[in-house]
């Protein structure tokens, strides 16, 4: 077999077989094939696409390429979720508490945040002295005895993916639906859990900035999954505005602490108990969305989700102390009101360009090696369809820099659109899959 070959034959559109596929990967995860050729077959891939076929063969040889990790050991149904990403999504710190207080073992591995959007671990490392950093068997046994386990990506998890997202983005191949969804799902198979909750995203924060797109990519992922034997579903949800009030690492922590008490914002709750009521009827702890949502209410309000949050994080090494007493996290020396220019409905929030702006206060990484601040961010005070009169304020901004500080603030008052009229709600949960 020869990887010119199998370059021309999808150059010329046809499609490739479960051995081409294997052929490429598993040769070019040992770098026996140059980056040159696959960059030719991703755009080749680019413009011919891939069926189903391929794209399920392209999901296994990547999941299989490192360690498939064997949850077995784990009493239950694993049940994970997986948002494609955005700005301001604190999801995971709200619910896997909450459904891990309702008996659902909680097994995860989370990434950490690069460019505008922020990773579960960054977020989660504000408790101070807290670690993701476990060996397996830590991992399972946390889950074993507490409920829950939370770790990084070990380096081993799906070496094909990270090799190929890493030559995507910088050719250009990273917005093909049947690439994201193998990759995407790739990391998922190899994670080990029987059930995924996917949370797709769209508008202008997400991947996806068409709702058909994030559809598409939803519909694709859970027949991977369904293809290798998981249980699956999917939500398409609202990423045209951040998501909740607060963008940044610790400020969103401090958002999900609020929602773990029943307080947090009304999107952000709204998502959190329709990917949570999933997860707990995929997990067989409830037989309807209906009655798992009713456990979360009660696990929230008999305050056992927010002693979950505590137990887990002092299990993984951090101040337990700060999820009762959030000034224990980090908080930046400064903050500034960003006032309304003029009045009227905010018709539109560039959602992006908010994690832009978090990430000029230093609370995001440009590269991989880049050190992040914890403490700055945005609560954003008024979202779309909201009414602002001039010079009240749209947010607060928290940050220890003068001068990114101001930059910041240029760039985020061009993010806002202020209309004479009131734009329309749109849905936050698109629908489901
Ligand atoms: N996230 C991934 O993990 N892979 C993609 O291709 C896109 C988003």
Redesign the pocket.
């Given at each position: 077999m020869r990887m010119y070959d199998i370059i021309m034959k999808k150059r010329n559109g046809g499609e490739l077989s479960k051995e081409e596929i294997r052929f490429f990967i598993e040769k070019y995860t040992a770098g026996e094939i140059p980056d040159y050729q696959v960059s030719a077959l991703m755009m080749a891939i680019y413009f011919q696409k891939m069926t189903e076929a391929e794209t399920f063969e392209l999901t296994m040889a990547m999941a299989e390429s490192g360690e498939m990790l064997d949850l077995s050991g784990i009493h239950g149904i694993k049940v994970d979720k997986h948002s494609?990403g955005g700005v301001g999504d604190k999801t995971s710190l709200a619910l896997t508490p909450m459904v891990a207080a309702c008996g659902l073992p909680v097994a995860k591995m989370s990434g950490r945040g690069l460019g505008h959007t922020g990773g579960t671990i960054d977020k989660l490392e504000s408790f101070p002295g807290f670690s993701t950093a476990l060996t397996t068997e830590q991992f399972m046994e946390n889950v074993n005895r507490i409920g829950i386990a939370i770790m990084g990506q070990t380096a081993d998890l799906a070496p094909a993916d990270k090799k190929l997202?890493a030559l995507r983005d910088v050719t250009a191949t990273?917005d093909n639906l049947s690439?994201?969804a193998s990759?995407?799902m790739s990391?998922k198979l190899a994670s080990g859990a029987d059930a995924i909750v996917l949370d797709v995203k769209t508008g202008s924060g997400a991947?996806m900035k068409k709702e058909e797109d994030a559809f598409a990519l939803a519909e694709e992922m859970v027949k991977i999954g369904r293809s290798a034997g998981r249980t699956m579903s999917a939500l398409v949800t609202d990423m045209d505005q951040p998501l909740g009030n607060a963008v940044g690492n610790s400020l969103e922590v401090v958002e999900a602490i609020h929602t773990l008490q029943g307080k947090g914002p009304v999107d952000f709750t709204e998502l959190v108990y329709a990917l949570g009521s999933e997860m707990l009827v995929a997990g067989k702890k409830a037989n309807t969305l209906e009655e798992a949502k009713d456990m979360l209410i009660k696990v929230v309000r008999e305050g056992k989700a927010l002693d979950k949050l505590a137990e887990f994080v002092a299990a993984q090494g951090g101040d337990k102390r700060a999820v009762y007493d959030t000034s224990l996290l980090p908080e930046a020396k400064e903050n500034m009101e960003i006032l309304a220019p003029q009045e009227g409905y905010v018709s539109k929030i560039i959602c992006d360009e908010i994690g832009s702006c978090c990430l000029m206060l230093g609370g995001g990484r440009e590269t991989k090696e880049s050190d992040i601040d914890l403490s700055v961010g945005f609560i954003l005070h008024k979202k779309v369809c909201d009414y602002v009169h001039a010079g009240e304020s749209l947010a607060t901004m928290h940050y220890n820099d003068k001068a990114k500080a101001d930059a910041a603030k240029e760039r985020f008052l061009k993010a806002y659109t202020i209309s004479t009229e009131k734009p329309q709600r749109q849905l936050f949960i698109k629908g489901k899959v």
């Open positions: 494609t997202y990273v690439l994201i990759s995407i990391k991947f």
